[in-house]
Structure formats: structure tokens, C-alpha cells
């Protein structure tokens, strides 16, 4: 691996956090149990949600809001296409069609709600809301508009572990929510999900489907609060481990605190990277200032006179990483079979946007770094 001067995103664990999964290990349960459920329990109460379903991954998660609301074939969902490819992957997993739909605009990688609006047809069941790098985006205009025309609004909170809007914690606007614990997320666990809903019918569906569709899992079994179990459908194997909501459980509570220092390094980069010619930050406070987001990731905007490739080469050779969020799926092959309409303002973003390192304990000098780095990137 290179070893990086600046990654762009870096995990560290206490001796608190460490004990804790060894205290798991050391407790000979390691599936599903107690911990898990205390995890959920305090997953939704910080989100302010019924229920809380941990789940194997964040697509998980997704997948089972698509198959719990009876999506199938014949069905369309709009979504953007300016998502990591879970976000789509599920819909086709259920034998529905994506439909793409633009985002705002290049400087609002959004989805679009007037662009959801013109796309509804007479198929479509419902929309996916991705909160692109902590960033609520649109959804409250979603739901109303979701609301006003009988569909079903699925929140994609993958990168909004903290994020809120109106008053609420995304994931929770829409019927349902996905959060991903994946090891690059606000809440870092190596994998993992959540699912969120208030509709009891959704959560007691996706509880069982999780665990193969068995009406009693191991743990109840266990304590002798069922001799044995019933397949009431084909379900899957996304149960969720003893150890990862240990750590979760752990991480939760410190979750805001981490989150208001990405908020700083975000507030900074912002001050310093408004002067420099050639680039410009995406997420602005301005455009929700009612928003608190969770600043997952910090994106910028390249001048279309810059090569992007050489820019990001020029980062790399000063030792900071540096991606793209993210290739279209509309122009991947796995989704070749979706449809879209023009998505000029989700090519001209893609384009255009690099995305720099950001992390909660990035020290002053690190950013500094990084900073240092793009004004020389943007002269050479």
C-alpha cells in the first residue's frame, strides 16, 4: 500500500473500543443477540425511529426495504445515478427497472425533485433518495412530492450517519432508511447496516427475512423462548454479529462529537479553498442552512480547464489520496438495461469532481497539507 502523507479517510479504535469486542469474544456468544438488540435500541433512539433492524451491510439493508415493499418486475424506481452501485443493484436484485434521473445541478449533486417529478410514469413505485456526502439534499421535497403521488420514498443514508433536516435524522423522512457501517463510513464497523422504519408491518418483515425467514433465530432458541422454528418464506443470511454492535454501541455515543470536528475541517476548507482559482467546494453550508450534515465526504469541483488525472497525480505524488464519487451507473455496463433520461448536469459533475481526504482526528498540519497540495495541483 502507499503509505500515505494524508489519506483519504482513516479509522482509529480505543483500548476501550478494543476491550469491548474482545469482552464479546471472550463471552462465547458471537452471533446474533443481546448486543445486537441493545445496539438497535440505541441506533434508533438517535435517529428518532420505531424500529432499527442491523443488517450485514448498508445494501443489505436497502435490499430488504425493496423486497419487504413488494418491489418487482414490472415496477420502476427513480434514483440517481450518481451513487455507489448498491444503491441500483437492489432494485435489479428484486427484477424492478431503475430509472436515472438527473441531479440538480453540477454544483447540487443531488437528485433532482422536479427531475423525480417529470420522470413518474405509470410504473413507477417509488424513489431512493442518496444523501450524497452527508448532504440531505432534496428529501423533504421528495416526500411531499412521494406523498402527493402514492409512492414509496426509500432514504439511501449511507453517508449520513448525523445528518438532519427539518427538525429529523435522515433515513427516518422516507418509509425507510439504509445506513452502512462499511469501514470508510462516519460510523465505522468493517461492514454492517441498518435498517430504520415507523411502519411495524416493514420491520417485523425485515427482522425475519434476515435470518432465512425463521420465526425463532438462535438466540431465542437459546433461551428457551422457542423449542423450534417455522419458514414462513426464503429469506437471507444478513444477520448482524455480537461483536460489531459492541464496537457499535461504543462508536454511537461519540458519533456527534466526531462529526462536529468533520464540520470544522469542512468549515476550513472551505475558507481556504474559496480563494484558489481552479477549484471549488461542493457542500456548501448556504445551500441548507437549516441542515446539519455529516460531512462524510469532502468533494470539490475541478475548473473543466484542469485535467483531472494529472491533478489528482500531482496530489498523489505529494502523498495525498484523493477518488471520484462517482463514475455514473447510467454508463456502466450492470446497468446498461436501466433507463435514464438526460443526465447533463450528473456527466458534467462526474467530470469534474475529485474528492480530498477527511476524517475526524485529520490533524491541523495534515490539512494544512492537502491544502498546500491542491493550490500547488491547480499551478503546475
Not at 418483515?205 to 417455522?230: F, I, K, M, N, P
Request: aromatic fraction near 8%; proline fraction near 4%; charge should be neutral.
Amino acid at each position: 500500500m502507499p503509505d500515505w502523507i494524508v489519506p483519504l479517510g482513516d479509522v482509529r479504535y480505543t483500548g476501550e473500543d478494543i476491550e469491548a469486542l474482545a469482552a464479546t469474544y471472550r463471552s462465547g456468544w458471537l452471533s446474533q443477540g443481546a448486543k445486537v438488540a441493545a445496539f438497535e435500541a440505541a441506533f434508533g433512539e438517535y435517529v428518532g425511529s420505531r424500529h432499527a433492524v442491523a443488517v450485514a451491510s448498508g445494501t443489505a439493508a436497502l435490499h430488504l426495504i425493496c423486497v419487504a415493499l413488494g418491489l418487482g418486475a414490472g415496477d420502476e424506481v427513480l434514483l440517481p445515478s450518481l451513487t455507489f452501485a448498491a444503491t441500483a443493484a437492489v432494485v435489479t436484485h428484486v427484477a424492478a427497472t431503475p430509472v436515472f434521473v438527473d441531479v440538480r445541478s453540477h454544483s447540487r449533486p443531488w437528485l433532482s425533485a422536479d427531475g423525480v417529478e417529470a420522470a413518474i410514469g405509470s410504473r413507477t413505485r417509488a424513489i431512493i433518495n442518496m444523501s450524497y456526502g452527508g448532504h440531505p439534499g432534496e428529501v423533504l421535497a421528495l416526500a411531499e412530492l412521494a406523498r402527493a403521488r402514492g409512492l414509496a420514498l426509500i432514504e439511501d443514508a449511507a453517508h449520513a450517519a448525523g445528518t438532519r433536516v427539518g427538525g429529523r435524522h435522515a433515513g427516518t423522512i422516507g418509509i425507510a432508511g439504509a445506513f452502512s457501517f462499511f469501514a470508510n463510513k462516519n460510523l465505522p464497523l468493517g461492514e454492517g447496516g441498518m435498517l430504520v422504519t415507523d411502519d411495524p408491518q416493514l420491520a417485523r418483515r425485515a427482522r425475519q427475512l434476515r435470518s432465512h425467514g425463521l420465526s425463532a433465530d438462535t438466540w431465542a432458541r437459546h433461551h428457551g423462548h422457542a423449542s423450534d422454528y417455522q419458514v414462513h418464506e426464503a429469506g437471507f443470511n444478513y444477520r448482524f454479529d455480537e461483536a460489531r454492535a459492541a464496537l457499535g454501541l461504543r462508536l454511537l455515543w461519540r458519533l456527534g462529537q466526531e462529526n462536529e470536528r468533520r464540520s470544522a475541517l469542512a468549515e476550513r476548507y472551505w475558507t481556504e479553498l474559496s480563494r484558489v482559482d481552479g477549484v471549488r467546494p461542493v457542500l456548501a453550508r448556504e445551500q441548507e442552512p437549516e441542515a446539519v450534515s455529516s460531512w462524510h465526504i469532502y468533494p470539490l469541483l475541478l475548473d473543466p480547464k484542469l485535467d483531472r488525472d494529472a491533478f489528482r497525480s500531482r496530489l498523489g505524488a505529494a502523498g495525498v489520496q484523493t477518488s471520484v464519487h462517482y463514475p455514473p451507473l447510467h454508463l456502466m455496463p450492470a446497468f446498461a438495461t436501466s433507463r435514464a433520461s438526460r443526465l447533463t448536469a450528473t456527466e458534467e459533475y462526474a467530470r469534474q469532481t475529485v474528492t480530498v481526504p477527511l476524517f475526524p482526528h485529520m490533524s491541523e498540519e495534515q490539512q494544512a497539507h492537502v491544502i498546500a497540495s491542491i493550490v500547488n495541483a491547480c499551478r503546475s
